[in-house]
């Protein structure tokens, strides 16, 4: 549109008042910018008549520019409030989920593999170079001080049932635990530490489950060159990319056809091809390679090993009612 409206004016200009190319040009730069210098000549009826509908055509086109800019940024900050306002009300909604704080390289990697379970996860973070990291990863995303009472109670702290603090100082996770058990005495907590002297700190402080990143990547480090086969088993059974071969927790509830029936009655191994590697009870304790005649009792854990298909179609009969 702009350089239409200046090639009009130039070859008007050449026209009508008979100038050369460089004046009509300069006549026409300086009218359509508005930008108020003296006429190159002497104008006649004709030339100010056509200089006055290029001057006026000049300022409406600048205009309608504006008005587009000032438009979009409108728009753009009207979409962004309502999309806000949508993500607010759907954490709003939100029950029993997952609040992760801290977006980090642990916080995302975190949240990918909770992703594969369920996408009810809010993050708390306070990083606005992390903001297009999450937009992009499609999470419900809260930006905040994750040990801000108001921030945590937006995020549904008292209808959630994990909290992972994955925040990047030891000093700012324990402020953090602290907070978050106060305001639900029955959430599970787990929390990073960066040594073993801030364990103790973070489970005074009400977490559940400490764990560092550096301990469990050395003793990872540490299987792989001791017991490589070994590792590599459990990465793949663990990893969960993989159809070959899973491992999988599974409650019993009281309801269950399972429930008070003994290993080699219940028929887990033939009807599923399943194995079962331990039995967590109600009392904590681990029943680790259980017996055939040990009793499968309302309230244990089933830990089981096979294929994906195979879990699935467990899962669905010992606990129906989820399914």
Known sequence: MSWVLFFIGVIGYMVIEKWNFLDSVYMTAITVTTAG??????????????????????????????????????????QSILGRKRLDKKISKLKNHYIVCGYGRIGRVLCQLIKEETNDIVVVE??????????????????????????????????ASFLIAALGTDTANVFLVLTARQLNPDIYIMARASGTDVKNKLMIAGANR????????????????????????????????????????????????????????????????????????TSGEMLFNP????????????????????LKKFAKAINPEEN
Do not use: C, W
Request: hydrophobic fraction near 40%; avoid cysteine.
């Open 291 to 310: 017996h055939f005649e040990t009793l499968i009792e309302p309230g244990d854990t089933v830990i089981v090993m096979g294929k994906a298909p195979d």
């Open 37 to 78: 210098f003296m006429e190159v000549h002497e104008l006649s009826s004709a030339g100010r008549i056509f200089t006055s509908i290029i001057l006026i055509a000049g300022v409406g086109y600048f205009f309608y520019i504006a008005g587009l800019i000032i438009q979009s940024v409108v728009e753009g900050e009207i």
């Open 126 to 159: 306070k990083g606005e170079s992390l903001v297009d990291v999450l937009e992009k990863d499609k999470m419900h995303y809260l930006k905040g001080d994750a040990s801000d009472e108001e921030i945590l109670e937006k995020a549904g702290i008292k209808k």
């Open 210 to 281: 400490v764990e560092s990143p550096y301990d469990t990547g050395a003793i990872s480090m540490g299987l792989k060159l001791l017991r490589p086969s070994v590792s590599s088993f459990l990465d793949i059974a663990l990893s969960r990319k993989s159809e070959a071969i899973q491992i999988e927790e599974l409650f019993v509830p009281k309801s269950s056809k399972y429930t008070n029936v003994v290993l080699k009655d219940s028929g887990i191994r033939q009807d599923f091809n399943l194995i079962i590697i331990s039995i967590k009870k």
